[in-house]
């Protein structure tokens, strides 16, 4: 096992050598770490980059996460090979781009889970940026599987969309839009933060004024539901809830802040087909 810390965002070159029952194990050139393995291993040939199947078992002390980030420049024994050949058998691998800045990128068919079991209670404030060239797709969206309670962000036809169902079947929203209807698409960065408190909501985008939106009920009671909280669309057959828009985010998220807390992208509860920390540069 190295030594030296390799979760920081940079290439890290990797080289393992065997040499009879000698295993060297060199990361980034430096401290060079050695052990004695068997002589012969029983291999069948197949190799795995990135992750394993779930119908593989589990080797003791392997990691049980696949792999997330971006893997190049793979050689075996002298051999180059490229990991996107049609030759390889590829499942729910991503391209890496040349050019990035910070954020998460989805694809259009890629969702994170913040939480599995996010409670709405009666009070929060969220917070992030984004960019993308669509005019529709689902920001961060919560709801119970009967839709109700619920609540969700996201972009419908252009402007920016908050919605909140305590549990009563009746939706409030809030409403932002951009002086033009194609600015939100315009693959520049904006930043959101909304938030509501009992029959409240507030919604501010970029610099523009912030608007407010209230529920026609004085009483909300307080929602102790708890369901997964999605960031960026949903799975198939997870309900709506208050969105209005089905289309999974396309283009680049971050800076989450869900009351209060930053929560790192490796630390989400699951991730569906994101690329952590490379938003592409066009």
Avoid at 217 to 237: T, Y
Wanted: hydrophobic share 35%; with cysteine; aromatic share 8%.
């Amino acid at each position: 096992m190295s030594s030296t810390s390799v979760n920081d965002g940079y290439w890290h070159k990797v080289q393992i050598m065997k040499d009879k029952r000698k295993i060297t194990l060199i990361v980034d050139e430096f401290n060079p770490m050695r052990a004695k393995a068997p002589n012969k291993l029983q291999l069948d040939g197949q190799i795995f980059i990135g992750g394993l199947p779930e119908s593989l078992p589990l080797v003791d002390n392997s990691a049980s996460e696949g792999f997330k980030g971006c893997i190049r420049n793979l050689n075996l024994n002298g051999r180059s090979y490229d990991l996107a050949s049609s030759k390889n058998i590829i499942h729910r691998v991503g391209q890496c781009f040349a050019h990035v800045e910070t954020g998460s990128y989805f694809p259009g068919d890629g969702y994170a889970i913040y939480s599995e079991d996010f409670r709405l209670g009666v009070m929060a404030d969220i917070q992030l940026e984004f960019r993308t060239t669509e005019l529709n797709g689902v920001l961060l969206s919560v709801s119970e599987r009967k839709g109700s309670p619920s609540l969700s962000l996201s972009i419908d036809d252009g402007s920016v969309v908050f919605a909140v169902d305590m549990g009563d079947n009746h939706t409030f929203t809030v409403r932002q839009s951009f002086p033009s209807p194609y600015q939100v698409c315009d693959n520049l960065w904006h930043s959101i933060k909304v938030s509501y408190v009992e029959n409240a909501l507030t919604l501010k985008l970029d610099n523009l004024d912030e608007q407010y939106g209230f529920s026609p009920n004085d009483h909300v009671r307080e929602s102790k539901a708890r369901n997964p909280l999605f960031i960026g669309g949903l799975p198939e057959f997870e309900p709506q809830g208050t969105l209005r828009v089905r289309d999974n985010f396309k283009g680049c998220i971050r800076n989450v802040v869900i009351r209060g807390e930053i929560k790192d992208w490796t630390d989400m509860s699951r991730l569906h087909n994101v690329l952590l920390n490379a938003c592409p540069i066009h």
